[in-house]
């Protein structure tokens, strides 16, 4: 290995895995100070997460917003721009999803209506993360400030909306209509139900299957398409992308408005699958968790799959262990994932230098083996 660097199954698989058992070490060490058993603590969170059908069901929900998200971070992040707007994002793609189900529900099945959600749901995310792009681009706006003010935005906006103008007639609750029933995705309690095995009801959808499909998009584009290239070289090198004739600017708001398309798409799997309405605050901070998603996953889609498996296992399996262990409180679990983003993100690179070492010293020995 002549360029003397890390292949990508080391960088995208074993450091960011070195890095979650630090995590969980130092949890284990703050569950064992309270009192309580930190292999109890991992027994519950890995039976809670894995250990029944309901528990995979509502892990596999989580992991499917997070892929949508974490891949939306990773996007913007091949451009050298941190997209903070997912959560706004996908709130406000959401909006969109709502509001096209709403006006077809009552004469469309799900599979006709579908595309159309997702076209109305990426549009609406797209023009919400578009003007942050606009400012970054040609105003000189720092998109990491434009973006965490358009989350605020998005808040107040949604809010305002389903309290005074989308709101159900004689309800109380701050939320729209229900979708009719024809209209709204399929849970994958109704899709084994078809082939005849019979598994609990969650709020998994068959929208896990398009997040999947995105990932396959995502790849495709970042690493097969001219626009692919053109948004690798601005982040790797802005001068350099200039000096190569590369419209920047055109770029940035491209991969800006892809990355809010992306978002928005947490908007199918919670309006129009998991929820069935667009309601109050149905994104649920997984705009955020997404960046720490896509650090996790070395913004790669294979990465960012795993990571987000792994943040929904610490979703479901937190909740069963605060549920079975009342001193551990959600709170702790709430700590227990920080520490998991803080290993994985913001420490990602602590370790990597000695793996880096080690690797090149297995490797070094290897070839003159060899010779």
């Not at 692919?228 to 992308?241: K, L, P, S, T, V």
């Not at 520490?339 to 994985?344: A, G, Q």
Request: aromatic fraction near 12%.
């Amino acid at each position: 290995m002549s360029n003397k660097t890390l292949p990508v199954w080391i960088d995208v698989g074993v450091i960011p895995l070195i890095n979650v058992c630090l995590a969980f070490f130092v949890s284990g060490l703050i569950i064992l100070l309270i009192g309580e058993s930190p292999l109890e603590a991992v027994q519950y969170i890995i039976t809670g997460a894995f250990g029944y059908d309901e528990g995979i069901g509502y892990t596999l929900y989580y992991t499917t917003n997070f892929i949508f998200t974490g891949l939306a971070v990773s996007v913007a992040f091949h451009a050298g721009l941190f997209n903070i707007g997912g959560e706004g994002q996908a709130y406000i793609g959401g909006l969109g999803v709502g509001l096209m189900c709403m006006s077809l529900d009552s004469f469309m099945p799900w599979w006709a209506l579908f595309p159309f959600a997702i076209a109305a749901g990426a549009a609406f995310g797209a023009a919400w993360a578009f003007i942050p792009a606009y400012l970054q681009a040609y105003r000189g706006s720092h998109v990491v400030i434009t973006t965490i003010m358009f989350n605020f935005i998005a808040s107040a906006l949604m809010v305002y909306l389903l309290v005074n103008v989308l709101i159900e007639p004689g309800s109380m609750a701050p939320q729209t209509r229900s979708i009719m029933a024809a209209a709204t995705l399929p849970s994958m309690q109704e899709l084994f139900a078809v082939i005849g095995i019979d598994i609990a009801n969650s709020p998994l959808n068959i929208s896990i299957f398009l997040a999947l499909i995105c990932c396959v998009l995502v790849w495709l584009l970042l690493w097969h398409t001219r626009l692919g290239y053109a948004i690798r070289m601005i982040g790797f090198n802005d001068n350099a992308a200039v000096y190569s004739g590369i419209n920047t600017r055109r770029v940035i708001v491209i991969t800006m408005c892809i990355s809010g398309a992306m978002s928005a798409m947490v908007g199918i799997n919670e309006v129009m699958g998991a929820q069935e309405r667009v309601l109050l605050d149905f994104v649920a901070g997984a705009g955020f968790t997404g960046i720490a998603v896509a650090l996790m996953g070395r913004n790669h889609p294979i990465g960012i799959v795993i990571a987000s498996l792994l943040f929904g296992a610490l979703y479901q399996g937190g909740a069963e262990l605060s549920f079975e262990v009342p001193t551990i409180t959600r709170d702790l679990v709430v700590v227990i994932q920080g520490l998991v983003i803080l290993f994985c993100g913001a420490l990602s690179l602590m370790i990597k230098p000695s793996v880096e070492k080690l690797f090149l010293k297995l490797y070094s020995k290897k070839e003159t083996t060899n010779v």
